[in-house]
Antibody, heavy 121, light 110 residues
Framework: QVQLVESGGGLVKPGGSLRLSCAAS????????MSWIRQAPGKGLEWVSC????????SYADSVKGRFTISRDNAKNSLYLQMNSLRAEDTAVYYC??????????????WGQGTLVTVSS | QSALTQPPSASGSPGQSVTISCTGT?????????VSWYQQHPGKAPKLMIY???KRPSGVPDRFSGSKSGNTASLTVSGLQAEDEADYYC??????????FGGGTKLTVL
């Protein structure tokens, strides 16, 4: 069955960096767009970034543009999110999701369990 | 662009029907048939319940249905059950590189 397992979260100081990984299995990873979606503690969901099945095109939410970089390695069935210049407002659970449908962001069929990123001094 | 507007809470008794609204604009909900709904239980990842306004993924009970009228999409849960108590989020495509989420609705089964 489809599995998405995130890792790499943790506590980091403001201005610091962190790299999230998502290991995918149970489906043909290279066939699908993938996205990162985050949820701040006690808050709603926020789309962060999306990457096509081949690696381009890529898109970002305005709130992370220029600071975060999404990438993927289809040979390793893995999705990544490099997060630089982290701010307190980036504190959230980050979910790796399969982006399905006719357009990027149409719907998110499968979600990982999430990894918590805490930005605090 | 602003988030989609959902009521913060909704409730119903077991067996009843409840409808949750999701209001946007002609640039998002009203402009595309790419509205989806997610259910989230406390401490769990969201689960897809409805996609492309009214389509139901396999495994989702037919008690869950979606619709849209103008700039407002709706999720209806019929025959409420205790396990339906959760947070529900709507999303809508809003053009290239733009995806909006609603603020979420906490559904309580009385």
């Amino acid at each position: 069955q489809v599995q998405l397992v995130e890792s790499g979260g943790g506590l980091v100081k403001p201005g610091g960096s962190l790299r999230l990984s998502c290991a995918a299995s149970g489906f043909t990873f290279s066939d699908y767009y993938m996205s990162w979606i985050r949820q701040a503690p006690g808050k709603g969901l926020e789309w962060v970034s999306c990457i096509s099945s081949s690696g381009t095109p890529i898109s970002y939410a305005d709130s992370v543009k220029g600071r975060f970089t999404i990438s993927r390695d289809n040979a390793k069935n893995s999705l990544y999110l490099q997060m630089n210049s982290l701010r307190a407002e980036d504190t959230a659970v980050y979910y790796c999701v399969i982006d399905r449908g006719a357009v990027a962001g149409d719907y998110f069929e499968h979600w990982g369990q999430g990894t918590l990123v805490t930005v605090s001094s | 662009q602003s988030a989609l507007t959902q009521p913060p809470s909704a409730s119903g008794s077991p067996g009843q029907s409840v409808t949750i609204s999701c209001t946007g604009t002609s640039s998002d909900v009203g402009g595309y048939n790419y509205v989806s709904w997610y259910q989230q239980h406390p401490g769990k990842a969201p689960k897809l319940m409805i996609y492309e306004v009214s389509k139901r993924p396999s495994g989702v009970p037919d008690r869950f249905s979606g619709s849209k009228s103008g700039n407002t999409a709706s999720l209806t849960v019929s025959g409420l059950q205790a396990e339906d108590e959760a947070d529900y989020y709507c999303t809508s495509y809003a053009g290239r590189n733009n995806l909006l989420f609603g603020g979420g609705t906490k559904l309580t089964v009385l």
